[in-house]
């Protein structure tokens, strides 16, 4: 049973460039959500889509969009790089109607650094 | 989000258990307490989750104190393996579905 994938694994981009993160949940999982970890802190949630619209969204400005595809894999996509986007972005995906009880699967994450 | 405090890094010997602390003293009735934890390289794994009572898995134990404003994660044996940053969350019932993390506490197990 594969678990949750991301690529690219690594990349490198410069500033003002475009980037686009690709992530395949968890074997039947239907939601998907993005966080971004830069280095030394923890995980921040970025937003959650769910039936291929965007559920919760958090304090990331709207350079930071998304999408879900009808086989509930997703795409991140951010606009007009700053050095500050440099992190690692993790994928997490979940069953909904689990609530808060729920477990979360993460990604192994992609590394991004902004030049 | 109620917030969690954990000391920033401990240090273990393997084989030895570990006793991983995580004050919530502004707890509400309907959070739940998570753990995760961040090996190198990898993204966070689940470990366990409790309400009130005391909780057993394969990974750990989850002791939680009797008023629930602090709760303790319990490595029985620690080993190589175990060495990661460990995240204390609180998610509450009908709240966002999404994990708030803190900064963790860094465990390193000395062989």
């Known amino acids: 049973d594969a678990g949750v994938t991301q690529s690219p694994t690594h990349l490198i981009k410069t500033r003002g460039q475009q980037v686009t993160l690709r992530c395949s949940p968890k074997?039947?999982?239907?939601?998907v959500s993005w966080y971004q970890q830069a280095l030394g802190q923890g995980p921040q949630f970025i937003f959650q889509?769910?039936?291929?619209?965007?559920?919760q969204r958090g304090n990331f400005p709207d350079r930071f969009s998304g999408h879900q595809f009808p086989n509930y894999s997703s795409e991140l996509n951010v606009n007009a790089l700053l050095l500050g986007d440099s992190a690692l972005y993790l994928c997490?995906?979940?069953?909904?109607?689990?609530?808060?009880?729920?477990?979360?699967?993460f990604g192994e994450g992609s590394r991004l650094t902004v030049l | 989000d109620a917030k969690t405090t954990q000391p920033n890094s401990m240090e273990s010997n393997e084989e030895e258990p570990v006793h991983l602390p995580c004050n919530h003293s502004?707890?509400?009735?309907?959070?739940?307490i998570h753990w995760y934890r961040q090996l190198p390289s990898q993204g966070p794994e689940y470990v366990i989750h409790?309400?009130?009572s005391n909780v057993n898995n394969r990974m750990a134990s989850l002791a939680i104190a009797e008023d629930r404003k602090s709760s303790t994660l319990i490595l029985h044996r620690a080993t190589l393996r175990d060495a990661a940053v460990y995240y204390c969350?609180?998610?509450?019932?009908?709240?966002?579905?999404?994990?708030?993390f803190g900064k963790g506490t860094k465990l390193t197990v000395n062989p």
């Open positions: 997490a995906s979940s069953l909904a109607g689990t609530g808060v009880t729920g477990e979360l699967f």
């Open positions: 074997s039947g999982h239907d939601t």
């Open positions: 889509y769910y039936e291929e619209e965007e559920r």
């Open positions: 502004t707890i509400s009735g309907t959070d739940y």
């Open positions: 409790g309400l009130t």
């Open positions: 969350i609180l998610r509450r019932q009908g709240g966002s579905e999404k994990l708030v």
